[in-house]
């Protein structure tokens, strides 16, 4: 990337911008090629069994399969943090969020064959799911 | 970046990791410094005058500068798609998603003057918050 490139990056607090003007997402320990907007899809999975191991990995072990659908721009899989204040809702069992280009991206990975496999595997293992879908204000 | 540095990011889905070996935060489309660990704080706004225009400018002005507290790695502010599946909440006004390296970050961040102006200068536009710390599996 040039250094044009790069310093069209550089957002007003110093930090790089990686979701161009009309989005703000910014970082400031890495430069990237530039999204023109972002999409993103966090998933909150309560497990049917939240104490049971086998359960969570079967979970996690779907995602991370999930997880190669072509177009997904960027994905954590995490776990509540041991933070406890009265706002932090700690009693999800997997966070799930990922990052689209825009909702015609998000819209193939809903009836990409690797999610209804997902779906189809690992549905009978959480009681509960909330999504929250974002886009740039 | 050197191009050895650059291949010690590929992940096993070719996605380049920037979350390290041990969390899992990928994308496509860049490359970028690693991070060893990631702590996710996703952070839901609810409007007391959820169709104010001025108080929906004002919270997201607020949040920009919030933006510039030092440990924040990447931050994102955003708002609900306009996809409304079942297990969708569509129910909030703004999404505030911020990356940090670690908890030590978030905690810092929680108590950082630029923070608790934050609290005092835009406490009153919200009806409810709900946060969801995640950090690696």
Redesign the interface.
Known sequence: MSNQTRRDFISN?G?VA??GST???????????M?KS???H?V?FWLKNPSGETDRQKL?EGL?KL??VKT????????????N?D????S?S??W?L?FDD?AA?ESYQTDPIHLNFVETCKDLWQK?????????
């Open positions: 607090t930090k990686i979701a989005g703000i997402f910014a970082t400031n320990n890495f430069t990237g090629t999204a972002m999409f993103i966090h909150y996690i991370q997880s190669k997904i721009k960027s994905f954590h899989i995490g776990k509540p943090a041991d933070t204040r706002v932090i809702d700690t999800y997997i966070s969020m990052i909702k998000e799911v909330v999504v929250y879908d974002s886009v740039d204000i």
